[in-house]
């Protein structure tokens, strides 16, 4: 059974085995994994068995230091731009030869896994790592083959992440010593220079986000998900810090996945084995999902331990505050088992307003839930990419644009004809701030955006009135169960209405400038969802 995305599958061109005189690791157990870091020095062991590790200088995602090999393949189909930047063919033959050369004399810890919980569509992986404890990065979050599987086990993709290997921009073509390079012809993605464990699944991710749209007409999406226990499934898109992992970790629902997946026909799939949450300020109380889920086996990110004790500080953010946890999804106990589930009753698009202008829930139509898919609107979380310390206006094509090797059209296209044959509930949710911009309002709170998201699945919210908000025109429930009234309408919580009203048109300004990029290809049922700005 053919279960791969790529074209000739069983070829073993370009996945040859790296040859090296150091020690070979193959896919060593997470005990053996967790024993092999702290032998090399790289993490401790903190009170609840986790490892923690550090990153080193970088702890984010290099947007700008990640390319594209430009060749037949993508020519024509990749969008090429600041955001999917080209790289040379023939640059990236002698980087990954230089590469080959610094790992000879290396020991590498090499995983086969899977990426795609939809065997019909899944992706087969093998990685190779110089730290361990990456390699159990890797364990924790792809998807793991059982024994039968890793015999006579052909990679369709592979994964060479060397964190102590730096490139010459002058001579290899790169803008600085760190990089992350993704060949897709080759079927190879090159990381050096950066410990970030991140890269390695986010590589992984827009290999994804370019073969299933372009080769098998799936929607990939940057989302979470979960099913309730009648089946139905709800998708949470977000960029990272908007709550996705959080959100969707819902007690009540079983968790498919918190970050990346795909929606076929007839299914929504979990692409990964494991999730991977920022954990600044968390507590049990707050997340108890998550904070049950930071057991050995685990691993925490650029965190710090409490002084005279192995108990992990979450409010320590003296390295960053993208502090992260990864984990097997199994660790959650309600997780879905396998990562599957039916076509979505509820998608929630998630921002994080920095502006406290967007209501905590909102409720759109067919145009207007295009017209904000494709804005993919929210603030960069401080820590969550380098050199951002502080939530920053951003637009973000389909809520993933960093991910997004095809031009947004293809995503939006096809979220399009989903909606159109399937009849969903569209929702818009604030977790960003209320009561005024940042610095002058405060972040929402999570156990009323909780309340209003349980609202919704439960159809508790179809026996309210609604009102049109005055700018961006979408539905307002003016009540909801476990909701002070007030909350529900951001204007009424701004110590001077005029002030929001002010806010609300620059906001709306903002959007429609951004929009104006994908104006030649929307068409007037996407461009009525656009806010009013007269």
């Not at 702290?38 to 923690?52: D, K, V």
């Not at 430009?70 to 002698?94: C, H, M």
């Not at 911009?437 to 929402?444: H, K």
């Amino acid at each position: 059974m053919q279960n791969s995305v790529l074209e000739n599958p069983n070829s073993s061109e370009g996945l040859m085995d790296i040859r090296t005189s150091g020690n070979v690791y193959l896919n060593l157990p997470p005990a053996s994994l967790v024993e092999q870091s702290l032998e090399r020095s790289e993490g401790f062991l903190t009170s609840t068995g986790a490892l923690m590790a550090d990153t080193g200088k970088f702890t984010g995602r290099s947007p700008q230091d990640r390319f594209i090999v430009l060749d037949y393949k993508t020519r024509e189909s990749v969008w090429w731009g600041d955001i999917n930047i080209p790289f040379d063919s023939d640059k990236f033959d002698l980087l990954e030869q230089k590469m080959m050369y610094f790992l000879s004399e290396k020991d590498l810890f090499v995983r086969d896994a899977f990426a795609g919980a939809d065997e019909n569509h899944r992706l087969k992986l093998r990685v190779y790592n110089t730290l361990a404890w990456h390699n159990l990065f890797c364990h924790n979050m792809f998807l793991r083959p059982g024994k039968e599987e890793l015999e006579n086990f052909v990679p369709d993709f592979k994964i060479i992440c060397a964190p102590d290997f730096e490139a010459n921009p002058e001579t290899d073509g790169t803008k600085n010593p760190n990089f992350a390079i993704l060949n897709l012809s080759k079927r190879t993605i090159l990381i050096g220079g950066t410990a970030y464990a991140g890269e390695m699944k986010k590589g992984i991710f827009s290999v994804l986000n370019f073969l299933l749209p372009h080769d098998k007409g799936i929607l990939s999406m940057h989302c979470s998900a979960n099913i309730g226990k009648k089946g139905d499934t709800a998708i949470f898109f977000g960029l990272s810090g908007t709550g996705k992992t959080t959100l969707s970790a819902d007690p009540n629902r079983n968790l498919i996945g918190d970050d990346e997946h795909g929606w076929t026909d007839n299914t929504v799939f979990n692409f990964e084995g494991g999730c991977y949450a920022k954990v600044v300020d968390l507590s049990r109380e707050k997340e108890p999902e998550i904070w049950d889920a930071i057991k050995f086996g685990s691993i925490v990110e650029n965190t710090r331990f409490i002084p005279g004790t192995r108990e992990v500080d979450y409010s320590n953010i003296e390295v960053t505050q993208n502090t992260r946890t990864a984990y097997p999804i199994h660790y959650i106990p309600n997780a879905q088992k396998p990562s599957i589930g039916g076509i979505p009753k509820n998608i929630f698009f998630l921002t994080a307003d920095a502006f406290g202008v967007i209501p905590p829930i909102s409720r759109l139509n067919k145009s207007q839930a295009m017209y904000h898919f494709i804005s993919g609107y929210t603030a960069k979380v401080a820590g969550t990419e380098m050199g951002v310390t502080e939530p920053k206006l951003t637009f973000s094509a389909c809520f993933g644009a960093a991910f997004l090797p095809l031009h947004p059209t293809a995503y939006a296209q096809l979220f399009g004809e989903k909606m159109e044959k399937h009849e969903v509930n569209v929702w818009l949710i604030n977790t960003g701030w209320t009561g005024g911009p940042y610095g002058v309002g405060s972040r929402m709170k999570l156990p009323y955006t909780r309340a209003m998201i349980t609202a919704a699945l439960e159809n508790k919210l179809d026996q309210v009135s609604f009102i049109k908000h005055e700018v961006f025109g979408f539905e307002v429930p003016q009540s909801c169960e476990g909701v002070p009234s007030e909350i529900l309408n951001p204007k009424s919580t701004w110590k001077n209405p005029d002030d929001y009203t002010i806010q609300a048109k620059k906001l709306a300004i903002a959007f429609v400038d951004n929009f104006k990029k994908f104006e030649s290809f929307a068409n007037q049922d996407i461009m009525n969802g656009a806010p009013e700005i007269c």
